[in-house]
């Protein structure tokens, strides 16, 4: 996005709120006008449409995720600790995009089929990098499995339903809950 404070990056952070909060059918172009005390012609000059400004608040933390889980992963060590920092990088960064997975989960019914197709395209691009450290596990002999693919999109479900049930005041730091997901991850409930 732009400078820090420019109406482009004002239309996405209070779009980004609303989206949350409301849901993206639940959010009018006036809405994110009138939350950034900009007119309604900006958000079409900067983004397009309404699908256009969600597309460009995806793309954003899609690929400020996918970034920083790629260089936790390629740190030095083996691949079930390069493993481990990956899904605990997941996990922390997930606390810090809870907005942005709000709407990340949209389908077909909320977006164009290029809307959806570019969703997809964000999403996959995590999938493959899970699949690749999945399958250095499995030829280094840590676990096994079938489908490199069913067992990250397993993965993934269980990482992002951190986000749903996982509360900072609870019994456990975020730290404790964070090593007992990864080895839920790694070991089962065995």
Known sequence: MAGPNSGKDKLALNALELFAERGFAGTSIRDIAKATGLSISNIYHHFGNKEGLLLAILKTSSER?????????????????????????????????????????LDEEHLSPEGYRANLTYQREILDLYRKHLMALQEAGEVNFKSPTIAAFNILGVVNWHLRWYRSEGQMSFEETSREVTEFILHGIS
């Open 65 to 105: 995720l996918l970034r920083e889980l790629q260089e936790a992963s390629n740190q030095p060590g083996t691949p079930i600790e390069r493993f481990k920092k990956l899904v605990q990088t997941h996990l922390q960064l997930s606390r810090g995009l809870r907005k942005e997975a709000k709407i990340f989960f």
